[in-house]
């Protein structure tokens, strides 16, 4: 079955019904892309899978263990791990250093795995020794993935990644997102960037007034939307 799974979702902030009954699968080794216009609920779908806002009705599945209830951090250990759209690295840490809060608030360590996220994410060089403030967007959009990825987890929750990149860096990114992908780990992206999405997704889903209203591999679903 897939790694992590929405299902029945429902979600309202008071009385507006933000989420509809979501049904979704992200599967281990896929790159799961969620698109849409803006309201439609993707970042109210976002939260209620990494813990940060509690759906009123459904539930949320982590290898078949309803998490529903669980805290963010707590799924962090057990393998949800996230990205911010709004970069949140701790400026006054190194590079390295922020990886390593990463590993410490993942999944129970293996020691090797800093480096490892360092290494794929081209942070390894003298870089790793830098505050991370005052580095550029692109850089710090590695440092947050790297930090989400050095815990080692089962699902990475990713929030409009590409977000104050240009064109290259977002070409470069696709590329470690697909190895990550093809190593194993289940990936769910929300984004606007539909170019992005093209080239990066193995399924995409579009939401419309919280509901999924269409779902497919990208180039029949994105030249319909
Ligand atoms: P998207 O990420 O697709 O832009 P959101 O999940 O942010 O959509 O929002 C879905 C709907 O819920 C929108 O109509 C939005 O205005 C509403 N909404 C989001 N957050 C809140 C909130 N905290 N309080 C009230 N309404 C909200
Ligand atoms: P995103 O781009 O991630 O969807 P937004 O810019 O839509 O974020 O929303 C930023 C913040 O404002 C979020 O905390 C969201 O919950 C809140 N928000 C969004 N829409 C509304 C709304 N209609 N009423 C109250 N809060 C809202």
Redesign the pocket.
């Known amino acids: 079955g897939p790694v992590l799974a929405a299902r029945r979702l429902r979600a309202r902030?008071g009385g507006f019904v933000a989420l509809d009954g979501v049904d979704l699968d992200v599967p281990a080794g896929w790159v799961t892309a969620v698109v849409g216009p803006?309201g439609a609920g993707?970042?109210t779908l976002f939260h209620c899978l990494a813990g940060t806002l509690r759906p009123v009705r459904g539930r949320v599945l982590l290898d078949g263990r309803d998490i529903t209830r669980l805290p963010a951090h707590a799924r962090t250990r057990l393998g949800v791990a996230r990205s911010f759209?709004e970069l949140a690295v701790f400026p006054s840490l190194t590079v390295a250093e922020n990886v390593r809060v990463g590993a410490e608030q993942g999944r129970v360590g293996d020691p090797g795995a800093v480096e490892r996220a360092l290494a794929l994410f081209g942070l390894a060089g003298p870089v790793r020794e830098l505050p991370a403030a005052g580095l550029p967007t692109g850089t710090l959009r590695r440092v947050e993935l790297a930090r989400a990825y050095a815990g080692d987890p089962r699902v990475l929750l990713l929030?409009e990644p590409a977000a104050g990149l240009d064109t290259a860096e977002v070409t470069a990114l696709a590329r470690i997102l697909r190895a990550l992908a093809a190593d194993g780990t289940a990936l769910l992206v929300v984004e606007h960037d539909l170019d992005l999405v093209a080239g990066l997704a193995d399924v995409v889903h579009v939401m419309a007034a919280g509901r999924i209203v269409a779902s497919g591999p990208p180039d029949r679903v994105l030249e319909a939307a």
Do not use: A, E, T
Request: aromatic share 16%.
């Open positions: 902030y803006n993707k970042s759209q929030d």
